[in-house]
Antibody, heavy 118, light 107 residues
Framework: QVQLQESGPGLVKPSETLSLICSVSGGSISGYFWSWIRQPPGKGLEGIGYIHYSGSTTYNPSLKSRVIISVDTSKNQFSLKLSSVTAADTAVYYC????????????WGQGILVTVSS | YVLTQPPSVSVAPGQTASITCEGNNVGSKSVHWYQQKPGQAPVLVVFDDNDRPSGIPERFSGSNSGNTATLTISRVEAGDEADYYCQVWDDSSDHPVFGGGTTLTVL
């Protein structure tokens, strides 16, 4: 079965760029849409954006100016870059597969806590 | 588009829990539900209003009509304690919308 695993720095300085990778195992990244979702501590879920394995992307309008999502099919990975981060970007970041029949997320990675602090 | 959930729901073991998700004409959309236990990632428990992924007990069911979608958990167990989130797709932004989440407490 498909499994997802996030990786990257757990601490990022304000104004810098947050960079995360999601590695997909147990199945091919091809043929699907893949997404990033975040959850600030003690709060709810927020979609960041998603990418088709072909490379086409859609971003949350509220984050669009700071987000880049890319895919590397040769490595079965996709990545997230969020620029100019502030403390408000502190959150657990999840990657998940987007099932486009009726647009639900399954499966999810375990999540990675990224703290923005100097 | 906004989805509104009650912050908390409490139920005794063996009873039935109902968690609502309100949105404007949400009955015209496909609603999905996730269970999130402390320190864990969300897990899909109901998709497309009332279908269950493999491995999810039949105790979990959903309905959706008018302005309210409902996740129903029958014969609640202590292990069902978790936060539950509803989710739909906003066609205007082509992006997901999540409800604020409901904490289910088993008394």
């Amino acid at each position: 079965q498909v499994q997802l695993q996030e990786s990257g720095p757990g601490l990022v300085k304000p104004s810098e760029t947050l960079s995360l990778i999601c590695s997909v195992s147990g199945g091919s990244i091809s043929g699907y849409f893949w997404s990033w979702i975040r959850q600030p501590p003690g709060k709810g879920l927020e979609g960041i954006g998603y990418i088709h394995y072909s490379g086409s992307t859609t971003y949350n309008p509220s984050l669009k100016s700071r987000v880049i999502i890319s895919v590397d099919t040769s490595k079965n990975q996709f990545s997230l870059k969020l620029s100019s981060v502030t403390a408000a970007d502190t959150a657990v970041y999840y990657c998940a597969r987007l099932n486009t029949m009726y647009n639900w997320f399954d499966p999810w990675g375990q999540g990675i806590l990224v703290t923005v602090s100097s | 588009y906004v989805l509104t959930q009650p912050p908390s729901v409490s139920v005794a073991p063996g009873q039935t829990a109902s968690i609502t998700c309100e949105g404007n004409n949400v009955g015209s959309k496909s609603v999905h539900w996730y269970q999130q236990k402390p320190g864990q990632a969300p897990v899909l428990v109901v998709f497309d209003d009332n279908d269950r992924p493999s491995g999810i007990p039949e105790r979990f069911s959903g309905s959706n009509s008018g302005n309210t979608a409902t996740l129903t958990i029958s014969r609640v167990e202590a292990g069902d304690e978790a936060d539950y989130y509803c989710q739909v797709w906003d066609d205007s932004s082509d992006h997901p919308v999540f409800g604020g989440g409901t904490t289910l407490t088993v008394l």
